[in-house]
Every structure is written in structure tokens, then in C-alpha cells.
């Protein structure tokens, strides 16, 4: 796996400008209430670009903030406290917790959602790549989750992703280097397994946080 920087795109400081923040604040609400009024969100997104004219990263984002008023109370009454978290089972959907911290721990834009989540604006298209923060974020977590007083932690990732394979081998080897109590597993749903959990559920995923019956916002903790 080669190592890189998962930073801003090189045009994220034009298309994300102060001067479009406004912009950015009447799309969402728009977006918002039209998923809230029951529009599909494809429909929704496409009406809501064209009228301000947005570009496919920044209809992406607008995509990444906006949720409906009846996604924000579901999801607002599944999520847990810290305080919660003590002497249980954490459920990690790995490639979307991992990516989000390698990408704010290397100055990448992070959005905020309307529902209190932290997404960006990046995916894996196949294939993972180990970024220069990989290992800080996994030991961040690892030391966050064990400072709570967690019981143990399983994280699931993509199995048909190129190079899951040695990043499960490496979260292997640190999670016995520093003692954290984890389980990997390599799975074709990651999304339906945590959606079937009985545990709580780390991830930023909305389709995840709707179906999950109870969800930790554990990159919004580290992040802030």
C-alpha cells in the first residue's frame, strides 16, 4: 500500500470559497425540506444544483449536510453518550470512520451534517490506499474507545475493496502492540451487518443510523 496524503482536493479552495458559504446554507435548507416534503433524494439534489448551479463536489457535499426533519429525530433518538459506552460492544464501519479521520487529520474540507455527523467528500472506488495519518487515526481511535472503558471492538470492512486484506493484518498487529480488545472482519455488507447489529454502531452512513438501534457520533467526538 503506498502512502500519500488524503488532503483537500486541488480545487476544493475555489468551489468551497467563503463567498459560496451562503449559497452552500440555501441548498442544504432547501435540499432539507425538500427530502422532508418526500422527494427522492436524486430528484431533489439535481432540482436544488441546477437552481444554484453547482458543480458535481459541491453537489456532493450539499448531499453530505442535507437530511430531513425525520431522519434528524430518528437519528437524534438512537444516539448514544459517551457515558453509554462503558463495558460494551462497539460495531465500526471501518472504511468510513478510517477515511473521514485520515482526511480531516490532513486538512481535507469536512462537512457537518444537519444530524450532527462529520462527512466528507471522498470514497474508496475499490481500492484503499494507506495515506501518511493512517495509523495516527487508528490509534486514536483505538486509545479514545479504550479510555471510554469500552468492552471490545469490531470492526467490519468492505471485503471486495483491493488491500482490505493487509489493512485488517495491520489493525491485527497494532491492536495487539497497544492492547486494545478488537475484532476485524472482512465482509461483503458491512452496511446490512451493522444494520442487523444489536450493538452500538460507529458510522456516519445515514442509510446505517436509520436502521441502527443505537449509533455512537464517535468521529464528531474526535473531531471536535
Not at 25 to 30: I, Y
Not at 35 to 58: C, E, H, I, M
Not at 131 to 138: D, G, P, R
Not at 172 to 188: A, P
Request: proline letters at 3%.
Amino acid at each position: 500500500m503506498t502512502t500519500r496524503n488524503r488532503g483537500k482536493h486541488p480545487s476544493d479552495d475555489k468551489w468551497f470559497a467563503p463567498k459560496w458559504h451562503p449559497i452552500f446554507k440555501e441548498a442544504v435548507d432547501d435540499h432539507s425540506f425538500l427530502l422532508t416534503r418526500g422527494y427522492a433524494p436524486t430528484s431533489a439534489l439535481q432540482l436544488v444544483g441546477d437552481k444554484f448551479q453547482l458543480n458535481k463536489r459541491q453537489r456532493n457535499a450539499i448531499m453530505r449536510i442535507s437530511s430531513s426533519d425525520q431522519e434528524i429525530i430518528s437519528r437524534n433518538k438512537n444516539v448514544c453518550s459517551t457515558s453509554e459506552l462503558k463495558n460494551q460492544v462497539i460495531e465500526i464501519d471501518g472504511f468510513n470512520l478510517l477515511i473521514l479521520l485520515e482526511g480531516a487529520l490532513s486538512g481535507a474540507l469536512i462537512f457537518k451534517g444537519r444530524d450532527g455527523t462529520y462527512r466528507d467528500i471522498s470514497s474508496v472506488h475499490g481500492t484503499y490506499k494507506k495515506v501518511q495519518k493512517t495509523e495516527h487515526a487508528i490509534i486514536l481511535i483505538g486509545n479514545t474507545l479504550k479510555s471510554m472503558g469500552v468492552k471490545s471492538v469490531k470492526w467490519y470492512f468492505d471485503k471486495p475493496v483491493s488491500n482490505s486484506g493487509r489493512l485488517k493484518t495491520r489493525l491485527r498487529e497494532i491492536s495487539e502492540m497497544h492492547q486494545f480488545n478488537w475484532e476485524i472482519e472482512l465482509v461483503y455488507n458491512p452496511d446490512k451487518a451493522l444494520a442487523e447489529s444489536k450493538n452500538i454502531v460507529v458510522s456516519s452512513d445515514g442509510w446505517v443510523l436509520d436502521e441502527s438501534e443505537k449509533w455512537f457520533n464517535l468521529a464528531a467526538y474526535l473531531i471536535d
